[in-house]
């Protein structure tokens, strides 16, 4: 079964001093007649105070925050947790109590060094009450190690927690470029870490390429500043490695450079990183992650173009060396000429020398006249093929081609114009005949056809039908269906009717 003192309070914040009302010392209920027709209260005895849990609980925390206001205290830690919430809950103890404690988000974030079991430490606060449970509590406002600064033990957690990642291993330190043309410097442009690394690359290496990043390097938040400088810097094309620092100082002033996110950052660099923080007796966290730790600014610059200086030094102890063998043995040639030329066989070799020389003066100006008109035959015949080439060029037969088509075309289009309008005025001919020979055309000049009442034949005949008989007459426009009242075989005459 766990311990009271092991269970996180429930509560986010103790609620402060002075938030509740004060103790009522009469409630307002007691000894009177409920306005609702209750039943009345029982009536206290004379001289007792009757209070709540609550107005007790209350009337306690007020004591001890008052009485207990701001209190140094010294003890070991014991259960730390962090809850979901940022707070933290902890348990301080010595051999013969223990109280428990709490401090919030908002002064935690301020510790340099994270707080644990085990430790002992002194703890500024006030004491105050949990009301939900009637426990005291020790409500902290700072924490330092006893015996040992805050700075030096989150130093020293630091330090720990990365070496047991393998940042500081060797095996992932990587070696300075033989001869960097792009360096990043990140750093203060106020501080004279800047000012003394340029000096010493301008000296030592005039061509070099510089890729400043400001930042600040002290104060709250320079440490982000600093990781979010090394990751800018990281993403400029071709920089081939990246110098990280600043000046002397306090610890205090150095600290940002002690951070876990500027450690981060550094290891997380895509090119060596060379960290070079304060002075020579300073060490810090950057130190161990970089790839190499300078002792001061100017002597990261100098490690930079250390490489440079010596890589020059071998080229020239080896054009020494060179200049020295080629004169040595030019001098031992030049002796053995000497020597050889001296004897009787030798007699008379330079003009057999020249004689040669002669000779093979001839045989060159043969030679030369030779390539010469062998050179100019082939040229005859490229000059030939060029013609021949240009005679049977594609792109000429093409043209004309497309010539005679053109021209074809253009006969091809005037004949089926001139086809068109022929067939357009023959079709205008056959339609004025068909429409003279139409039926439609008749009715049209008043003219009207008789059909029997079924529609079956037409009448010609007057004696083909027979009076009450109807027919229908078909006209122009319409049609009518029509009685027969009499009938005569005599023609009649067709009178016009003025119109």
Aim: with cysteine.
């Amino acid at each position: 079964m766990s311990d009271l003192f092991d269970l996180p309070f429930e509560d986010e914040e103790p609620e402060q001093a002075g938030s509740e009302d004060p103790i009522d010392v009469h409630p307002p209920n007691v000894g009177r007649a409920d306005p609702l027709g209750a039943p009345d209260q029982p009536t206290p005895v004379a001289g007792r105070r009757v209070l709540t849990v609550t107005e007790l609980t209350v009337g306690v925390r007020n004591l001890l925050e008052a009485e207990f206001f701001e209190v140094w205290v010294e003890g070991e830690l014991s259960n730390c947790r962090l809850w979901n919430t940022g707070h933290l809950y902890f348990t301080l103890k010595d051999s013969s109590a223990q109280i428990r404690g709490v401090i919030f988000r908002s002064a935690l974030r301020y510790l340099k060094f994270k707080p644990a079991d085990g430790l002992h430490v002194v703890a500024r606060g006030r004491v105050s009450v949990y009301e939900p449970k009637g426990e005291y509590q020790l409500v902290c406002e700072h924490l330092e190690p006893q015996g040992l600064g805050a700075l030096q033990l989150a130093f020293d957690q630091l330090k720990k927690r990365l070496q047991e990642e393998g940042l500081f291993d060797a095996s992932r330190k990587r070696p300075l470029p033989v001869l960097p043309r792009k360096i990043g410097i990140v750093t203060s442009l106020d501080g004279a870490a800047i000012r003394d690394i340029i000096k010493v690359l301008r000296r030592r290496y005039a061509n070099a390429h510089l890729v400043i990043r400001p930042t600040r390097v002290q104060g709250e938040g320079a440490a982000f500043e600093i990781a979010q400088a090394l990751k800018a810097i990281g993403r400029v094309g071709g920089v081939d490695v990246v110098i990280v620092g600043r000046g002397g100082g306090s610890i205090e002033d150095l600290w940002a450079f002690n951070e876990e996110i500027v450690a981060r950052a550094i290891a997380r660099s895509p090119v060596p990183v060379i960290a070079a923080v304060g002075h020579e007796s300073d060490v810090t966290i950057a130190d161990f992650v970089a790839d190499v730790r300078a002792p001061t600014p100017s002597a990261a610059a100098e490690l930079v173009v250390a490489r440079k200086e010596e890589f020059r030094a071998r080229i020239d102890r080896l054009h020494d060396r060179l200049g020295a063998a080629a004169r040595g043995r030019i001098q031992g040639l030049s002796r053995r000429v000497h020597v050889v030329s001296g004897r009787p066989a030798m007699a008379g070799f330079a003009g057999r020398i020249g004689m040669k020389g002669r000779h093979a003066a001839e045989l060159t100006h043969a030679l030369a006249r030779v390539m010469r008109r062998n050179a100019a035959g082939r040229e005859r015949r490229l000059q030939q093929l060029r013609r021949q080439l240009e005679a049977s060029d594609l792109g000429r037969r093409l043209a004309g081609i497309r010539t005679r088509l053109a021209t074809a075309g253009g006969r091809l289009t005037g004949a089926m114009t001139r086809r068109q309008h022929r067939a357009d005025g023959q079709l205008r001919t056959c339609a004025s005949r068909l429409e003279t020979l139409s039926p439609l055309a008749v009715l049209g000049r008043g003219y009207s056809v008789c059909w029997t009442a079924d529609r079956i034949r037409v009448l010609r005949d007057a004696s083909e039908t027979t009076t009450g008989e109807r027919v229908r007459v078909t006209l122009a426009r319409g049609e009518l269906d029509c009685e027969v009242r009499s009938t005569t075989d005599e023609p009649q005459r067709i009178r016009r009717t003025p119109s």
